[in-house]
């Protein structure tokens, strides 16, 4: 059975950089046939896709446009995990933040974690 | 970037009722790239609904989806009582991926 398991703090302070971890079982980081991603959802902004990450003979990434100059997602081969960082942070990334799984070709999210609530105040 | 308008906000209705919840997309959605997707309180979205109309493993079949091009529906023929929950469709023609603000199906 796969899962995702979340890690990371719930709380971090203006401009700072929000950092979070996915560790997955069940499946592989590195599988040609998945993407991993990172959602957060906030009442103010809904459901929000952030980026993702895959890999198809090398490593890609793809984020959204909202996030782009502060956004990092990064494999952990090792570790078979995948974490995600945001620099900078404001009120406004206050959200909960879940990881999720697409398979190729097939942009829906199959499996997601059970979410990490994030707040950013000082 | 294909906006998802989600209508009514919130139906009110009792179990064994039938619910029909709309989606529309601010341009077509060739290939019928939608999804629907329930969440209950304090849990993650989960998947229904792929490619417009196919169930997701392990979905019950009173869940059903409809629809081409900018409208889709999702309708559940009889509400159960673990059916009372808010549901998100989600278009996945184009990035950056969307998703709409939501129905609320609420107990009369």
């Known amino acids: 059975q796969v899962q995702l398991q979340q890690s990371g703090p719930g709380l971090v302070k203006p401009s700072q950089t929000l950092s979070l971890i996915c560790a997955i079982s069940g499946d592989r980081v590195s599988s040609n046939s998945a993407a991993w991603n990172w959602i957060r959802q906030s009442p103010s902004r809904g459901l929000e896709w952030l980026g993702r990450t895959y890999y198809r003979s090398k490593w890609y990434n793809d984020y959204a446009g909202s996030v782009k100059s502060r956004i990092s997602i990064n494999p952990d081969t090792s570790k078979n995990q995948f974490s995600l960082q945001l620099t900078s942070v404001t009120p406004e990334d206050t959200a909960v933040y879940y990881c999720?799984?697409?398979?190729?070709?097939?942009?829906?999210?199959?499996?997601w974690g059970r979410g990490t609530l994030v707040t950013v105040s000082s | 970037e294909i906006v998802l308008t989600q209508s009514p906000g919130t139906l009110s209705l009792s179990p064994g009722e039938r619910a029909t919840l709309s989606c529309r997309a601010s341009q077509s959605l060739t290939s019928s790239s939608l999804a629907w997707y329930q969440q209950k309180p304090g849990q993650a979205p989960r998947l229904l609904i792929y490619?417009?109309?196919n169930r997701a493993t392990g979905i019950p079949d009173r869940f059903s989806g409809s629809g081409s091009g900018t409208d889709f529906t999702l309708t559940i023929s009889r509400l159960e009582p673990e059916d009372f929950a808010v549901y998100y469709c989600?278009?996945?023609?184009?990035?950056?991926?969307?998703f709409g603000g939501g129905t609320k199906v609420e107990i009369k």
């Open positions: 989600q278009q996945y023609i184009s990035s950056p991926l969307t």
């Open positions: 490619d417009a109309s």
């Open positions: 999720t799984r697409h398979q190729v070709g097939k942009w829906y999210f199959d499996l």
